[in-house]
C-alpha cells in the first residue's frame, strides 16, 4: 500500500466590504466529506514552468522528404480514423494540387504545429491534483514546509490516502465508447526532477505515433511524449516536496468524486478552526485514524499525537 498526503485548506474566509468580522465559510469541507476532490487545470499550478517543455525541431530538417510524406500519412490516418490507403490517397491529391516541393515545405513546418495543437488541447482537458509521498517521519523537514505552503501554516489538514485505492475510484466504469479511446483516464506518479527542461522532439512523437497500431502502444507514446514531460517533471528546485501527481481526464477545474474508503489518515494542524475540525471528527472518527500536530518544546520539530490518547 503505497501512502500518499495531499495538505489542505478547508475554511474560505470572506472578507466582507465594512469593517465587520470575516466570515468563514465550510462549503469546500462539506465537499470533501461528501467525496468530492478538486483536481486543477495544469496552466493555474504555481510552478510558471508547468506543461512548458522545449520543442525540438532538428530532426524535421533532417529527413528527406520521402520520409516526411510516410510520417504525414500515418498521423492523418489516425487523426481522421482512417486506413493508411485512404489517408496515401489524400495526400496525393493535396500534392498534385501544389508544388511537391512547397507542400512538403509546408508539411515540414506544420508538425510542430501539430504537437503544440495537440498539446494544447489535451492540457485544456486534463485535471491535476497534487500530493506528496507520505512518511512515517512526521519531523521531515519537507513537510514543515508543506504545512506553511499548502495548509495555511497550520491551520489546514493533512489527509492521507491510500494512492491505489484513491486512483482506483477516480476512473469511470469502462463502457464500449471508452474503450475504444487511446487516452488515460487516470495516470498517476512521483514527479521526476531534472536540472534541463525536458526537450520534446515532435518528429519522433509523430513517427512512433504513426507506429502505433494498438492501444497500449498509442497511451505509451502519450504518456511518454505528452503527459511526463508537461504534467510530470519539474525542476530540481521543487524537489524538497516529494510531488506525487494524480491526473484525471475531463476534469479540468472541477470536483471529481473519489471513494471516502481511500482516505487513511487526518491531521489536524495545531491552528485548526475549530468548527472545521468538529465536523471532520464527527464525520471520520469511526473509519479514519485522526491526529493533532502539535510543535515540540524543545526544537523546531512537529510532533503528531492520536486524539484517542489526549
Known amino acids: 500500500m503505497t501512502r500518499i498526503a495531499r495538505f489542505m485548506n478547508l475554511v474560505e ?23 468530492e476532490l478538486f483536481f486543477q487545470n495544469p496552466t493555474m499550478l504555481n510552478d510558471p514552468f508547468e506543461a512548458q517543455p522545449l520543442l525540438d525541431t532538428i530532426k524535421l530538417l533532417d529527413i528527406n522528404d520521402e520520409e516526411l510524406l510516410l510520417i504525414f500519412k500515418r498521423v492523418h490516418a ?17 500534392v498534385a494540387a501544389q508544388a511537391d516541393v512547397k507542400y512538403v515545405d509546408m508539411l515540414r513546418h506544420q508538425l510542430p504545429k501539430l504537437y503544440f495543437d495537440e498539446m494544447r488541447q489535451r492540457m485544456s482537458q486534463f485535471g491535476v491534483c497534487c500530493f506528496v509521498q507520505a512518511t512515517s517521519h512526521d519531523s521531515d523537514s519537507y513537510e514543515k514546509l508543506m504545512w506553511s505552503l499548502y495548509a ?12 491505489d485505492e484513491l486512483a482506483k475510484s477516480l476512473a469511470p ?7 475504444e479511446k487511446f487516452e488515460l483516464a487516470v495516470a498517476k506518479r512521483e514527479i521526476d526532477y531534472v536540472n534541463d527542461r525536458p526537450r520534446i522532439s515532435a518528429f519522433d512523437f509523430f513517427k512512433r505515433l504513426g507506429e502505433s497500431h494498438t492501444t497500449d502502444l498509442q497511451k505509451q507514446t502519450f504518456t511518454e511524449f505528452i503527459l511526463k514531460p508537461h504534467l510530470f517533471t519539474k525542476s530540481m ?3 524538497r516536496e516529494k510531488e506525487f501527481r494524480i491526473v484525471v481526464e475531463d476534469a479540468a477545474s472541477k470536483l471529481v468524486r473519489f471513494d471516502l474508503s481511500s482516505i ?20 471520520f472518527s469511526e473509519t479514519v485514524e ?21
Open 13 to 35: 474566509i470572506q472578507y466582507p466590504v465594512s469593517g465587520r468580522e470575516p466570515a468563514r465559510d465550510y462549503n469546500r469541507a462539506k465537499k470533501f466529506i461528501n467525496g
Open 152 to 163: 495555511s501554516g497550520v491551520s489546514g489538514i493533512r489527509v492521507e490516502f491510500d494512492s
Open 264 to 283: 487513511k489518515k487526518i491531521t489536524f494542524g495545531s491552528r485548526c478552526d475549530l468548527t472545521l475540525r468538529k465536523i471532520l471528527i464527527e464525520a
Open 290 to 310: 485522526l491526529y493533532d500536530i502539535g510543535l515540540c518544546s524543545e526544537s523546531y520539530e512537529l510532533k503528531e499525537t492520536p486524539l484517542k490518547a489526549q
Open 78 to 94: 489516425f487523426a481522421r480514423g482512417i486506413s493508411l490507403a485512404q489517408a496515401e490517397t489524400e495526400l496525393k491529391k493535396r
Open 173 to 179: 466504469e469502462s463502457d464500449d465508447e471508452a474503450s
Open 237 to 239: 528546485d521543487w524537489c
